[in-house]
């Protein structure tokens, strides 16, 4: 079955940077489109960024200027940069993904942990 790895969370402090990747867990035709979303304790998840099809984006207001999504299809990734990272970006990211197989099919990553200390 298809699935989408996280890796690249942890612990930073604030001011720093760290490079989310969402990885496919086998060959796929394309990923098409994507977004990133977190979770904080107690909240809801919401959306930080997205990636179009078309190859445009969109970011949450939080995180415009600090934050890039893109995709590397020849590795089947799906990356979110991180920089000027504040306490308030601390939360669970998750990666959701338009994944081409044989059909298209939505996928979401496991999730990985991202602790801003101040």
């Known amino acids: 079955q298809l699935q989408l790895v996280e890796s690249g969370g942890g612990l930073v402090q604030a001011g720093g940077s760290l490079r989310l990747s969402c990885a496919a867990s086998?060959?796929?035709?394309?990923?098409?489109?994507a977004a990133w979303y977190r979770q904080a304790p107690g909240k809801q998840r919401d959306l930080v960024a997205g990636i179009a099809t078309s190859g445009s984006t969109s970011y949450a207001d939080s995180v415009k200027g600090r934050f890039t999504i893109s995709i590397d299809n020849a590795k089947n990734t799906v990356y979110l940069q991180m920089n000027s990272l504040k306490p308030e970006d601390t939360a669970v990211y998750y990666c959701?993904?338009?994944?081409?197989?044989?059909?298209?099919?939505?996928?979401w990553g496991q999730g990985t942990q991202v602790t801003v200390s101040s």
């Open positions: 086998r060959s796929v035709r394309s990923i098409n489109a």
């Open positions: 959701n993904a338009m994944v081409r197989v044989v059909t298209t099919m939505t996928v």
